[in-house]
């Protein structure tokens, strides 16, 4: 008994030791991730020491992440060290705590959800899902036109038995699933010896342009035919936002997949893949022996996934009230619709996405059941600056091409007052608008703006900024239509001026471009040096012009012939009438600046003839020197001993002189006098350039003025 109690006392002290050890590695542990922490942390800010506004930018988004979030990598990498029989236990649990918080947050019922962490990864899961066994055609993937084509080279590239098919419309909008073009492909497909239709991929909120499809008609065709049919798009989670809905409403599809990364408006967060349609009847296991080692086909492509994915939506589920998680896509849903329905009273912008206003898209549309009448939500907004209310309009050029112009600059400006807006550009090289009262088949290449605050994560625009934007989009609205008319007239208002010119010029979304043509040169018959002073008058008037007024800028000048000679470029104008008043003032610059040019070219050749006076007396006064001095006396060393022997007089009456040119009698004259007198001596000639006449009258009436009191 005796020699028991030491080793229990002794096997308690090494208990105890372990304990304050493990207390110990646990406290020394947390100080070092929080200084590695603070230390990358305040490395990465060191960049941004100079940008106070993206530093707090991010320091919101991070601090959002972890009120909402939190550190789950700490989890993840916990349950990734699992064994993985451990992992098949403790995935149920969390994974059905999830679907249900889900089905309560969007009102959805589905069989099954799946976190994934790429875009790709989410469509090979739902197509290997999906995916009919002991098939050996190709399965028929139907797809919209606006399908991003990288996502399908992926696909084609990871899963080698499937194809895709695109479904043109003809009808409507390219971005919507023509529902008849849809039933007679499936009609030629289905009885394909190498192929067989398989899945079709609708809209509801498409990427680019927000739009829905029919996806309660186009769901009975796929239940018709035995076809999958997924939905992607970011109305899916608009949901969560009506008051009531009653429990048969649900999203009429076979499964789909939304970013609630977007919707949540927080960082790092997975694609969520909800299955409404269950697939026993699908996937049903062909081999008797094979194992099952999870209760659902999905959670082996849980368990082989980044257990991230799951964790974060779990976390969140566990942190976050509904208002926090929706404040994001209901702000954004808001702002579009204020956009939108703001936009609609300036005239002048054409509303893309609006273009069914015969028709309202409600959830009737999207969801099976006793689906709400309420009006589907805005994601985005797209829109540009169209005006057909201009008379003149035949009078310009390219028309299309220039309104693409008129769109960029209304960009740049309102992206340049607004960066919080965030503004996107869509150019025409990759974007097309129908025109008006025309089929879709006669689609043009356009400019548009887009407005979409779903995919920005910083909620920073209220309405009071809203308002200041759309005050700025109706100012630049004016300004567009008053170029749009001084363009259009430019030509008529240019030939009432004799010295200006009107000239064609593309890429350019101000009025257009001037050429002055001075009074002396005859613009239909030109040379090298009338050529040279016109682009001389046209810097000239550019240095003058743009001194008071950004409207001027100087162009041209090209290799080519036809561009070598320079023009005046003008810029947007606020008002029609400022036309005639940007002429008006290029047409008496232009006269002064040729006057001056003229002035100045008369007293070069002045002074050319002279320099040439001036050296040729020189020349001859120094021969005449030289006669007089004799030529010893030119001689290095002979010299010397001549002016020893024979000093030379201080004095000569030969001594050269030097020559100065008065400019306001145009005369040259000799430096004698300068130096006799220590000053210079000033003589008037009635031959003086007539800019001196004036003051020299005035001299004259003031002299004759004082003799006149003395007299008296």
Same mark, same amino acid.
Request: proline content about 3%.
């Given at each position: ?445 356009? !400019? ?237 000639? !009635? ?26």
């Amino acid at each position: 008994m005796t020699s028991e109690k030491p080793d229990i006392e002794q096997n308690d002290k090494v208990t105890t030791t372990n304990e304050s050890s493990i207390v110990f590695n646990e406290e020394k542990t947390m100080e070092l991730n929080n200084r590695l922490k603070n230390d990358f942390m305040s490395y990465c800010f060191s960049f941004l020491h100079e940008d106070e506004e993206a530093r707090q930018c991010i320091q919101i988004v991070w601090n959002k992440y972890l009120e909402c979030v939190g550190d789950v990598a700490m989890l993840s990498a916990f349950f990734d060290t699992l064994p993985y029989h451990i992992k098949t236990s403790v995935l149920p649990k969390y994974q059905n705590e999830i679907i249900q918080w889900c089905e309560k947050l969007f009102h959805i019922h589905s069989h099954a959800l799946l976190c994934s962490t790429y875009y790709s990864e989410t469509f090979q899961r739902v197509i290997r899902y999906a995916l009919k066994p002991n098939q050996y055609k190709k399965a028929i993937i139907y797809i919209p036109m606006d399908f991003d084509p990288n996502l399908k080279i992926d696909l084609t590239s990871s899963l080698s038995n499937i194809k895709f098919e695109h479904i043109s419309n003809k009808t409507s909008h390219e971005d919507m699933i023509d529902i008849n073009r849809f039933e007679e492909l499936i009609k030629r497909d289905i009885n394909d010896s190498v192929s067989y239709p398989f899945m079709i991929i609708a809209n509801a909120g498409s990427a680019l342009l927000g739009r829905c499809d029919e996806l309660k008609e186009i769901k009975q065709i796929c239940e018709r035919y035995n076809i999958w049919l997924h939905v992607i798009g970011d109305l899916l989670g608009s949901l969560a936002l009506l008051s009531t809905i009653k429990d048969n409403v649900n999203i009429s599809c076979d499964s789909l997949t939304m970013d609630i990364m977007k919707l949540f408006g927080i960082q790092n967060l997975p694609y969520l893949t909800f299955f409404l349609r269950s697939t026993i009847d699908i996937n049903e296991t062909d081999e008797q022996n094979s194992l099952q080692r999870s209760s659902h086909p999905l959670d082996d492509f849980i368990l082989h996934s980044p257990s991230v994915s799951f964790l974060s939506v779990w976390s969140i589920s566990q942190r976050c009230s509904n208002e926090n998680i929706f404040y994001h896509m209901k702000q954004s849903f808001d702002l579009a619709n204020l956009l939108l329905t703001r936009l609609k009273q300036i005239k002048t912008i054409h509303i893309i996405n609006d273009e069914d206003n015969n028709e309202t898209y409600t959830y009737q549309r999207i969801c099976s059941g006793d689906a709400p009448n309420d009006v589907l939500p805005k994601s985005l907004v797209i829109f540009r600056f169209q005006s057909d209310n201009i008379t003149e309009l035949e009078n310009i050029d390219n028309l299309t091409g220039y309104l693409d112009l008129l769109n960029l600059w209304l960009f740049d400006k309102l992206s340049h007052q607004h960066p919080k807006i965030n503004l996107e550009l869509l150019k025409s090289v990759h974007f097309q608008i129908s025109k008006p009262n025309e089929p879709i088949q006669n689609q043009i290449a356009a !400019h548009a703006l887009r407005f979409a605050p779903l995919e920005h994560l910083l909620d920073v625009i209220d309405e009071n900024d809203m308002q200041l934007f759309l005050d700025d989009i109706q100012r630049f609205s004016d300004i567009l239509i008053a170029t749009m008319t001084a363009r259009a007239n430019l030509a008529s208002t240019v030939s009432k001026y004799s010295n200006l010119l009107s000239i064609p010029i593309q890429n350019w979304a101000g009025i257009g471009a001037v050429r002055y043509i001075p009074s002396n040169i005859n613009p239909t018959n030109t040379d090298e040096i009338s050529n040279y002073e016109i682009n001389i008058i046209q810097s000239e008037l550019a240095r003058q012009l743009q001194t008071n007024d950004s409207a001027f800028s100087l162009s041209g000048g090209g290799t080519d012939e036809k561009d070598s000679l320079l023009y005046l470029r003008l810029g947007m104008i606020r008002k029609r009438e400022d036309l005639d008043i940007l002429l008006q003032k290029i047409s008496n610059v232009g006269k002064e600046a040729e006057s001056s040019i003229k002035y100045a070219e008369d007293m070069a050749e002045k002074i050319k003839a002279g320099i040439e006076k001036a050296e040729k007396d020189l020349q001859d006064e120094n021969l005449q020197l030289l006669a007089q001095d004799g030529l010893l006396r030119q001689l290095p060393i002979v010299s010397n001993l001549m002016s020893w022997w024979s000093p030379a007089p201080s004095a000569s009456a030969t001594a050269t002189k030097g020559r100065s040119f008065d400019l306001n009698s145009g005369r040259i004259e000799s430096t004698e006098d300068t130096y006799v007198y220590r000053m210079q001596i000033r003589r008037q000639s !009635h031959h003086a350039p007539t800019h001196n006449d004036t003051t020299s009258d005035n001299s004259d009436n003031i002299i004759n003025s004082t003799d006149q009191k003395t007299n008296e």
